[in-house]
């Protein structure tokens, strides 16, 4: 039986995507989420996870947001005239690498990590990026010796298929994650930081492919103890103020909830552990 991770990202950016992950964590369709820190609520939405009762062992980790358009709690990566995030493009430019303050990056991780460490009574089980922030380049060396220094214990999200032959043959988007996280794993195993040993879950969001026709393949490229990314969740008001992504989130709840998963999970002899 092959054990994986399936992680729901972006806990806390809305009540309705909170809801969504409590309620598959409760099915026993999720065994891992991460949390965003930066917005209200967070007290009141750790409560509500912490009680929500799970048939799995949980992970619980922090998804630490440098991009987005949000308000940071610290200091901004980037300079910015409105003393927001970047967006995910301008934080991934080849061009901001070199305006990127590491100070400033170190400064708001240890903010969004003590946030968490207060709404949760402990330390992250790992930690991982929204818009994978992580595996910017400019970000990667400050972004693994600050998560040793704060969390030794924790492990962190690489984005790279368990055979790297994989690479030549996949999505775009699949491919850039994968060859910075290349560099990412390298690094990490140098400053002594684990990492998940596959991964998947990446698709074009807005394009046509679906979640649900493609689970079997990502399930399919994980190894044993791999983590597939997901983002299931209900659309309110809030999250369309705070996100464009929006209709394919239900689609994912709607899978992860259906029968049908649970189906595809056997089939492939796979299990959450």
């Known amino acids: 039986m092959k054990r994986v991770v399936l992680c729901a990202d972006d806990y806390n950016l809305a009540p309705g995507v909170s809801q969504s992950i409590r309620e598959l964590i409760a099915q026993g369709r999720l065994n891992a989420t991460s949390v965003m820190t930066i917005f209200p609520g967070l007290e009141h939405e750790a409560k509500a996870l912490l009680s929500t009762p799970s048939p799995v062992p949980l992970h619980i980790g922090l998804h630490l947001t440098l991009s987005g358009g949000f308000v940071p709690l610290a200091a901004l990566p980037l300079p910015s005239a409105d003393g927001r995030l970047p967006d995910m493009a301008t934080l991934h430019a080849p061009k901001s690498h070199f305006r990127l303050n590491r100070k400033n990056i170190a400064a708001e991780i240890e903010a969004q990590?003590?946030?968490?460490?207060?709404?949760?009574?402990?330390?992250?089980?790992?930690?991982?990026?929204?818009?994978?922030?992580?595996?910017?380049?400019?970000?990667?060396?400050?972004?693994?010796?600050?998560?040793?220094?704060?969390?030794?214990?924790?492990?962190?999200?690489?984005?790279?298929?368990?055979?790297?032959?994989?690479?030549?043959?996949?999505?775009?988007?699949?491919?850039?994650?994968?060859?910075?996280?290349?560099?990412?794993?390298?690094?990490?195993?140098?400053?002594?930081?684990?990492?998940?040993?596959?991964?998947?879950?990446?698709?074009?969001?807005?394009?046509?492919?679906?979640?649900?026709?493609?689970?079997?393949?990502?399930?399919?490229?994980?190894?044993?103890?791999?983590?597939?990314?997901?983002?299931?969740?209900?659309?309110?008001?809030?999250?369309?103020?705070?996100?464009?992504?929006?209709?394919p989130r239900e689609k994912e709840h709607a899978f992860l909830a259906s029968e049908r998963f649970r189906f595809v999970m056997e089939k492939a002899e796979a299990a959450l552990g």
């Open 113 to 247: 990590y003590r946030a968490f460490e207060r709404a949760f009574g402990r330390a992250p089980d790992y930690v991982d990026g929204h818009h994978h922030c992580q595996l910017v380049p400019g970000v990667q060396k400050i972004f693994l010796e600050t998560v040793a220094g704060l969390a030794p214990k924790a492990w962190v999200r690489q984005c790279a298929p368990a055979r790297k032959s994989a690479l030549i043959t996949a999505g775009n988007k699949t491919r850039y994650l994968g060859v910075l996280s290349l560099n990412f794993a390298r690094l990490a195993r140098k400053i002594g930081v684990p990492v998940n040993p596959s991964f998947s879950g990446a698709y074009d969001y807005f394009g046509t492919q679906d979640f649900a026709t493609l689970f079997p393949q990502f399930l399919g490229e994980l190894t044993d103890g791999g983590v597939m990314m997901c983002h299931p969740g209900h659309i309110d008001d809030v999250l369309r103020a705070r996100d464009i992504l929006l209709g």
